[in-house]
């Protein structure tokens, strides 16, 4: 089998970071975090994923290639054995691992019901004060259908029974027996509530729990036979027909609230649910069996990251690291005047995302200064780069700001932002129609004496100041005329009528990427046929496009070394005999998201490197608005190479490498070798260039000369990269 499924794949993707909260060396609460973030990832995965293999074995989709042949259904049923497995697992290592870890340091999730008396009087009056008047009970009768309720809402289901009523004056008569009853948890208070316990440093008490716990308050004068909280999934992938609409935006708003009435596809509930409740709630949502998820602990621990963020042990965390200015531009007075001198290459979070900002806030005040265009695909919740776009609009210069309103999850804040930059006079172009704008990119034009000069900035991120401190991400600014020409014949496609034009420097897909990546691959071949070393390094997010696997076994048989790292989704099967014998696969999870995309290309000798927005993914090469673009700069070149792409080959603790079967090995530190933790060569090399230039200076040759801990097994990995055959 040369392909590997690719849902199957996003799993074991998964299954990595859920790892992380078994491994001893990481600190309890990072571990807490994996296994939230694990969570919250196999619920968008439902939603999108799973939603869509449903429909597909249904018949109601389009059946898409499942990478190695299998039916729709085939794929589904394994997906859901899959699914089950890692969603037991996060909540045993919740409940029997990290819990009673964390009470062992003060800090409990409790049960209401297990807490001394003082406690439980404060959790009453807070039960009376702020949640009771939320609340509103729903009896499930003939009278009293199912509730609609919200995709990934919190509920608690009730078995109560009545006792006999006399009938009212009116003929009302009570239900009598064991009686179905429905309360939503409120979305509006947070779920994890805190109180003081004494001796300890924190406690908290689910939402859901204190619901239960009061329930009489809800019903009274039945008997409260059983509580079970359960949350449900829907399916909330847009359905959007956008040949046949005639506003996007209001096209998109109307799928919004539609959302939440899609079909329900999962259903979680406590461990402690009797068959009889689960059975009762299982029918009246429709779900299959398969997609039950019944299990110890608290359901839908991607809550738990409340925790993370709310308690404060040093010990328990990550040591902190704030992204440090970049030695580039720490000092510089005129961002225009160093990005003037030569371009400028920002390793993100090691070096602050703050530069990027500064550079949009520069522009929206300076007086010399008439245009400014730029893409946005995701940003943070209260955006220093909008606002900058804003101010800039109101001070009349010319902005435009190209809003991808489809971008998965965030489509109603992405219509937030439009509509308030409009509103500040920001010329606002909602993407394109039947393509997404997923490249990044900023271009500044401004005056300098009689002629307009222009700025950019490019990346594989995206322009969010939030994420850009938890996601590894490179960027761009430069002012070469072959890049900013092009970037400004870009926006003019994307915000007019009219074909790409040619282009000097940039690849755009879904006009040549995809030409672009088979033409360096052939080329890649042709050198190791002449006998020069044929070379690809790659790191991705995802490997998916069946075009480009095959390129890249064509490549392995003709000889061309390929070292693949691949974050989540592979479909390649690296070290097949014949096939795939000189590609390696690795894989590294760590605290930092690994975002970033780089092309290297040996090319005999004279070599290339290539930042992207794209992945090798179908959606990316045919049905999105992508960007890759050359790093021309010697010194830029030369980093990206002998010390990024390096050291991510030489990372030997939170790297996993890919066998033949498809299956990841973690890998591990060599007998008398030296460990090599790539995301904390790449802190230490932030907080040593932070510091002075000459002791930076010094002290970095000196960790090259072999005095320090890893950088030994990063010049091997240099020499690998760099080899060549006479």
Not at 214 to 235: D, K, N, Q, Y
Not at 432 to 448: M, P, Q
Not at 544 to 549: A, E, L, R, S, W
Request: charged share 25%.
């Amino acid at each position: 089998m040369l392909y590997q499924n690719r849902e199957i794949s996003w799993l074991d993707f998964n299954a990595r970071v859920l790892s992380m909260a078994t491994r001893q060396g990481v600190p309890l609460l990072e571990r807490l975090k994996f296994v939230a973030i694990a969570a919250s990832n196999l619920d968008e995965f439902y939603m999108v994923r799973v939603a869509n293999l449903m429909n597909q074995a249904a018949g109601k989709a389009q059946v898409a290639d499942q990478g190695d042949g299998r039916r729709p259904q085939d794929v589904l049923e394994e997906v859901a054995r899959r699914a089950h497995a890692m969603s037991l697992e996060a909540a045993t290592i919740v409940s029997q691992s990290i819990l009673p870890a964390l009470a062992n340091h003060g800090i409990v999730v409790a049960d209401p019901k297990s807490l001394p008396e003082t406690t439980r009087a404060e959790i009453t009056r807070f039960y009376l004060r702020e949640v009771h008047p939320c609340l509103t009970p729903i009896a499930i009768d003939p009278a009293h259908p199912f509730p609609r309720l919200r995709n990934r809402s919190l509920n608690v289901a009730f078995r109560i029974e009545s006792k006999p009523r006399a009938k009212t004056p009116a003929g009302f008569e009570q239900p009598e027996g064991t009686l179905l009853a429905v309360v939503g948890v409120p979305a509006v208070i947070p779920r994890l509530q805190s109180f003081a316990l004494e001796g300890q440093r924190a406690c908290f008490v689910p939402l859901e729990a204190i619901i239960a716990l009061h329930s009489s308050e809800l019903f009274p004068g039945h008997r409260i036979i059983e509580a079970c909280p359960f949350r449900l999934t829907r399916a909330a992938d847009l359905e959007i027909a956008e040949d046949e609409t005639e506003n996007l935006l209001t096209t998109i708003q109307a799928e919004l609230r539609r959302r939440d009435r899609r079909e329900a596809i999962r259903l979680e509930l406590g461990e402690g649910a009797t068959a009889e409740l689960v059975e009762q709630v299982r029918d009246m949502l429709g779900i299959e069996p398969a997609h039950i998820h019944q299990n110890p602990g608290i359901i839908a621990p991607g809550d738990l990251m409340a925790v993370v963020q709310k308690v404060d042990v040093s010990e328990l965390k990550e040591e902190p690291f704030s992204p440090l200015a970049s030695p580039v531009l720490r000092y510089q007075r005129d961002i225009f005047a160093k990005i003037d001198e030569g371009d400028v290459l920002l390793h993100h979070p090691y070096e602050s995302f703050g530069h990027v900002v500064e550079f949009v806030e520069t522009a929206a005040d300076d007086p010399d200064v008439v245009a400014i265009k730029m893409t946005l695909y995701r940003t943070s919740g209260d955006s220093p780069i909008v606002r900058a776009l804003a101010r800039a609009a109101e001070r009349g210069k010319q902005v435009t700001a190209v809003v991808e309103l489809k971008a998965r999850f965030d489509e109603a804040a992405n219509i937030a932002w439009a509509r308030s930059l409009e509103e500040n006079g920001v010329h606002v172009v909602y993407g394109l129609i039947g393509l997404k704008v997923h490249g990044k990119l900023l271009l500044v034009i401004r005056r300098e004496g009689a002629e307009l000069k222009r700025y950019l900035h490019l990346s594989t991120g995206n322009y969010n100041p939030t994420t850009a401190r938890l996601y590894s991400d490179l960027s761009l600014l430069t002012a070469r005329e072959e890049l900013t020409s092009d970037a400004m014949l870009l926006f003019n496609v994307l915000t007019g009528y009219g074909d790409l034009p040619p282009m000097q420097r940039l690849i755009v897909s879904p006009f040549n990427l995809r030409q672009h990546l088979v033409e360096r691959i052939a080329r890649e071949i042709e050198h190791a046929k002449a006998g020069r070393h044929g070379r690809i390094i790659a790191k991705l997010n995802s490997l998916v496009d069946p075009g480009i696997i095959r390129a890249l076994y064509r490549a392995s048989q003709a000889g061309v070394e390929i070292d693949l790292l691949v974050r989540g989704i592979c479909c390649l099967r690296p070290q097949i005999p014949g096939i795939s014998e000189h590609i390696r696969v690795r894989a590294v999870v760590d605290r930092f998201l690994e975002h970033a995309r780089v092309y290297y290309w040996g090319n005999g000798g004279d070599d290339e490197v290539w930042l992207t927005s794209a992945d090798w993914m179908p959606r990316n090469l045919n049905r999105r608005i992508e960007i890759a673009f050359p790093v021309l700069d010697g010194a830029a070149k030369r980093r990206l190479r002998d010390e990024i792409l390096a050291t991510e080959l030489a990372d030997n603790v939170s790297s996993w490498t890919v066998d033949p079967s498809g299956a990841y090995v973690p890998s591990q530190v060599p007998p008398g070798g030296q460990a090599v933790r790539m995301q904390s060569v790449f802190i230490s090399l932030a907080k040593e260039r932070s510091v002075p230039q000459r002791t930076a200076v010094r002290r970095e040759m000196a960790a090259r000369s072999g005095s320090g801990a890893v950088f030994p097994a990063i010049r091997a990995a240099e020499a690998a990269l760099r080899r060549r055959q006479p």
